[in-house]
């Protein structure tokens, strides 16, 4: 389904809102077109909804501050963004009429693995830059040069969780792992088994559902009797991650709860209620109005929080900044073309609403194309996200 | 493996199964009164969902007056819609299989409009767990299956012993023959589509709280409602209580053994089966 309502009324006011601020006959009459996919409805509908929600709030202070300006011209910014459903077939659709129908040249959010691996087979062959918050080690490469990754993945924040888990909670020696059936699932679950594995952890359970599942009591019922000392709803999204743990806590699991990849907690919470969401740890979430975050981020949650009347996730901060840092790779490139404006990104880091953002990952990828920050570790405490440590990833280390 | 994980597994899978047969009735009903196969009654299983979660809860209003509510409200949104909408495509099923496709994206497109994309949390009616002989039973599914077997069997009373009820069991068996005997067709109908639609109503009212609500929620019940109704026989009810609890059984066993991708190809298996084997279902007539 085509979300162009919204953002186009953003667009329209903005423009209103900035209209006697420009000289007239200048070049403000030229737009350019930038590209927002991610899953808008179904069990994943919050990763998209952040997704086009950070664009949306970037390309509007553009706007309002005049436009974009990339060398003598200035660009209005306008967005088509797509709901793909989590579904491959969609988002490879979904890009083609991105890139055929409305010739963008940016596309600046994804969401989930398979889908990106579908939007990929579009953007890399036709050079469009594409930023992602996809997880898994196919979505970046040598042989994909055009894509980033704008949020840390399970390979970034996986080992650091658990080296932080295995000191300061002991207790646990056996976890299980479960996550959706596709390639964010099992990239993700493969991280966790590897952190698990390297650290001297026992795995239990290494389980995967299909996406769109309601009743978890079936394969729960497996993974329990395996008598996990933990349960990490790895890389389930909030809602459904939200629904295992009220059925496991139904079940009778009591035992601590991580998500790795877990980063709406917010839905989480309130799909699964206080009591089964106590207690969850997730390395991959933030708190915006945490002490662990930056002053810019907590800025933007307030912003992000006015406007939409909801609490940021990760997912919406990271789209953010990867918009911030694309317009002004534009900038500093002086041009649109894509071949200059890589060549400007990669070339030094950018400071942004996560403050300087480095570009690594080419040990674990043989590319630099992810973007690093620290990994803040949160829990979640009487329905609330309250931030307990902050570790580092192993490349942000080097 | 142990006898308790078999059985917890065989309980698993049975726990809901009587919601799905709710669904199942309702489908087959409607095809049995106007031989058409709703595609959008999944839909109505989702108003169902979103009438529990704005009378439940926020507005707090009772649990079952809620579930009543929904079942209400569902059912005259379904008279409204045979009215409008399938009452001329009686006997036509190609026509109203291709306008109740329409009416499904419609009436998830207008859901997401209308309530928004992210899943709405119900708060649990019924917390807790029972333990009996080392097996876990959530007091709230097990509310939920004795709620569902007390409509499927309000559903059973309605049609033997009530004037409407036997009039739609006429019309099922011969519409010709129960207009010149006086039946009100049209009306017979409208009741017809309406109590089907109900029943997804009440479904959805009471899966409510135990999954949250969604625009898309209508789609898993729905597959579930046509294995059930094929595995068991069109049009009968004992044989849709049978195909939900084979269903319920093989899924619950089927995920101790095999990966969830292969869980759900069970249900299609058990539907080719029968239709090779007993292409009436299990318990349908000729």
């Given at each position: 389904?085509?979300?162009?309502?919204?953002?186009?009324?953003?667009?329209?006011?903005?423009?209103?809102?900035?209209?006697?601020?420009?000289?007239?006959?200048?070049?403000?009459?030229?737009?350019?077109?930038?590209?927002?996919?991610?899953?808008?409805?179904?069990?994943?509908?919050?990763?998209?909804?952040?997704?086009?929600?950070?664009?949306?709030?970037?390309?509007?202070?553009?706007?309002?501050?005049?436009?974009?300006?990339?060398?003598?011209?200035?660009?209005?910014?306008?967005?088509?963004?797509?709901?793909?459903?989590?579904?491959?077939?969609?988002?490879?659709?979904?890009?083609?009429?991105?890139?055929?129908?409305?010739?963008?040249?940016?596309?600046?959010?994804?969401?989930?693995?398979?889908?990106?691996?579908?939007?990929?087979?579009?953007?890399?062959?036709?050079?469009?830059?594409?930023?992602?918050v996809?997880w898994g080690t196919?979505?970046?490469?040598?042989?994909?040069?055009?894509?980033?990754r704008?949020m840390l993945s399970q390979w970034e924040v996986a080992e650091p969780f658990y080296r932080w888990v295995?000191?300061?909670?002991?207790?646990?020696?056996?976890?299980?792992a479960?996550s959706?059936?596709?390639?964010s699932?099992?990239d993700t679950n493969t991280a966790v088994?590897k952190a698990l594995?390297g650290l001297?952890?026992?795995?239990?359970?290494?389980?995967?559902?299909?996406?769109?599942?309601?009743?978890?009591?079936?394969?729960?019922?497996?993974?329990?009797?395996?008598?996990?000392?933990?349960?990490d709803?790895a890389a389930?999204?909030?809602?459904?991650?939200?629904?295992?743990?009220?059925?496991?806590?139904?079940?009778?699991?009591?035992?601590?709860?991580g998500w790795t990849a877990g980063v709406?907690?917010?839905?989480?919470?309130?799909?699964?209620?206080?009591?089964?969401?106590?207690?969850?740890w997730s390395p991959a979430n933030i708190?915006?109005?945490?002490?662990?975050?930056?002053?810019?981020?907590?800025?933007?949650?307030?912003?992000?929080?006015?406007?939409?009347?909801?609490?940021?996730?990760v997912i919406?901060?990271a789209?953010?900044?990867?918009?911030?840092?694309?317009?002004?790779?534009?900038?500093?490139?002086?041009?649109?073309?894509?071949?200059?404006?890589?060549?400007?990104?990669?070339?030094?880091?950018?400071?942004?609403?996560?403050?300087?953002?480095?570009?690594g990952g080419?040990?674990t990828?043989?590319?630099?194309?992810q973007f690093l920050y620290p990994v803040v570790i949160s829990?979640?405490?009487?329905?609330?996200?309250?931030d307990?440590a902050q570790v580092l990833p192993a490349a942000l280390k080097? | 493996?142990?006898?308790?994980?078999?059985?917890?597994?065989?309980?698993?899978?049975?726990?809901?199964?009587?919601?799905?047969?709710?669904?199942?009735?309702?489908?087959?009903?409607?095809?049995?009164?106007?031989?058409?196969?709703?595609?959008?009654?999944?839909?109505?299983?989702?108003?169902?969902?979103?009438?529990?979660?704005?009378?439940?809860?926020?507005?707090?209003?009772?649990?079952?007056?809620?579930?009543?509510?929904?079942?209400?409200?569902?059912?005259?949104?379904?008279?409204?819609?045979?009215?409008?909408?399938?009452?001329?495509?009686?006997?036509?099923?190609?026509?109203?299989?291709?306008?109740?496709?329409?009416?499904?994206?419609?009436?998830?497109?207008?859901?997401?409009?209308?309530?928004?994309?992210?899943?709405?949390?119900?708060?649990?009616?019924?917390?807790?767990?029972?333990?009996?002989?080392?097996?876990?039973?959530?007091?709230?599914?097990?509310?939920?299956?004795?709620?569902?077997?007390?409509?499927?069997?309000?559903?059973?009373?309605?049609?033997?012993?009530?004037?409407?009820?036997?009039?739609?069991?006429?019309?099922?068996?011969?519409?010709?023959?129960?207009?010149?005997?006086?039946?009100?067709?049209?009306?017979?109908?409208?009741?017809?589509?309406?109590?089907?639609?109900?029943?997804?109503?009440?479904?959805?009212?009471?899966?409510?709280?135990?999954?949250?609500?969604?625009?898309?929620?209508?789609?898993?019940?729905?597959?579930?409602?046509?294995?059930?109704?094929?595995?068991?026989?069109?049009?009968?009810?004992?044989?849709?209580?049978?195909?939900?609890?084979?269903?319920?059984?093989?899924?619950?066993?089927?995920?101790?053994?095999?990966?969830?991708?292969?869980?759900?190809?069970?249900?299609?298996?058990?539907?080719?089966?029968?239709?090779?084997?007993?292409?009436?279902?299990?318990?349908?007539?000729?």
């Open positions: 389904m085509r979300i162009r309502g919204g953002i186009a009324a953003v667009v329209m006011m903005a423009l209103a809102a900035t209209a006697g601020t420009t000289t007239p006959g200048a070049a403000q009459d030229k737009t350019l077109t930038i590209g927002v996919l991610g899953p808008l409805s179904g069990g994943a509908a919050s990763y998209g909804v952040e997704l086009v929600r950070g664009a949306e709030m970037r390309a509007e202070e553009i706007n309002k501050g005049g436009g974009l300006k990339v060398g003598s011209d200035v660009y209005r910014i306008k967005l088509v963004s797509y709901d793909h459903k989590a579904l491959a077939a969609d988002a490879a659709t979904a890009a083609n009429k991105l890139v055929f129908q409305d010739k963008v040249k940016y596309i600046i959010g994804n969401a989930v693995g398979a889908t990106c691996n579908a939007v990929q087979t579009v953007t890399e062959p036709e050079k469009v830059l594409f930023s992602f996809c196919s979505n970046l490469g040598p042989d994909k040069p055009h894509s980033f704008a295995k000191e300061k909670h002991p207790q646990v020696k056996r976890v299980a479960i959706p059936n596709d390639t699932g099992k088994v594995k001297g952890f026992e795995v239990a359970a290494d389980e995967y559902y299909e996406r769109g599942t309601k009743d978890f009591y079936p394969i729960l019922t497996k993974i329990l009797a395996t008598k996990p000392d933990m349960l709803v389930a999204p909030p809602g459904e991650a939200g629904l295992i743990l009220k059925q496991a806590r139904e079940l009778g699991f009591k035992g601590p709860k709406n907690p917010v839905t989480l919470v309130s799909i699964a209620g206080k009591e089964a969401a106590e207690g969850v708190n915006v109005k945490s002490d662990f975050v930056s002053a810019t981020v907590r800025r933007f949650g307030e912003e992000y929080e006015k406007r939409y009347k909801e609490v940021p996730g919406a901060v789209n953010y900044a990867a918009f911030d840092v694309f317009t002004k790779a534009m900038q500093d490139a002086r041009s649109l073309d894509t071949d200059k404006v890589l060549a400007a990104l990669t070339q030094k880091p950018f400071d942004t609403v996560w403050g300087r953002l480095v570009l080419k040990e990828y043989g590319i630099d194309r829990e979640i405490r009487d329905g609330k996200v309250v307990i080097k | 493996m142990s006898i308790d994980l078999l059985v917890q597994a065989l309980l698993n899978g049975f726990g809901l199964a009587m919601v799905y047969v709710l669904v199942a009735l309702g489908l087959t009903l409607i095809f049995s009164i106007l031989e058409i196969i709703n595609f959008a009654h999944g839909e109505f299983y989702m108003l169902g969902g979103y009438v529990t979660y704005y009378a439940y809860a926020l507005f707090g209003l009772n649990y079952f007056a809620t579930l009543g509510l929904a079942i209400l409200t569902v059912g005259l949104a379904g008279v409204v819609a045979e009215r409008l909408i399938f009452h001329d495509l009686r006997g036509k099923a190609l026509n109203a299989f291709i306008v109740s496709l329409g009416l499904l994206w419609v009436m998830q497109a207008g859901a997401q409009l209308a309530f928004g994309v992210l899943d709405k949390p119900v708060p649990s009616a019924f917390s807790g767990i029972v333990r009996v002989l080392g097996l876990v039973i959530s007091v709230e599914r097990l509310v939920v299956t004795l709620s569902a077997i007390v409509l499927i069997v309000a559903l059973y009373l309605f049609l033997r012993l009530s004037r409407p009820g036997r009039a739609m069991r006429a019309v099922a068996q011969d519409a010709d023959a129960a207009a010149l005997q006086g039946v009100n067709i049209e009306a017979v109908a409208a009741l017809g589509f309406g109590v089907g639609c109900a029943l997804a109503g009440g479904a959805g009212g009471l899966l409510a709280p135990v999954f949250a609500v969604s625009p898309a929620m209508g789609a898993l019940p729905v597959v579930k409602a046509f294995i059930i109704i094929i595995v068991g026989g069109m049009g009968s009810l004992p044989g849709a209580v049978l195909g939900g609890l084979l269903l319920g059984g093989v899924e619950g066993l089927g995920a101790l053994f095999m990966g969830s991708a292969a869980v759900n190809i069970l249900g299609f298996l058990m539907v080719i089966a029968v239709l090779l084997v007993r292409p009436r279902g299990l318990v349908g007539g000729a």
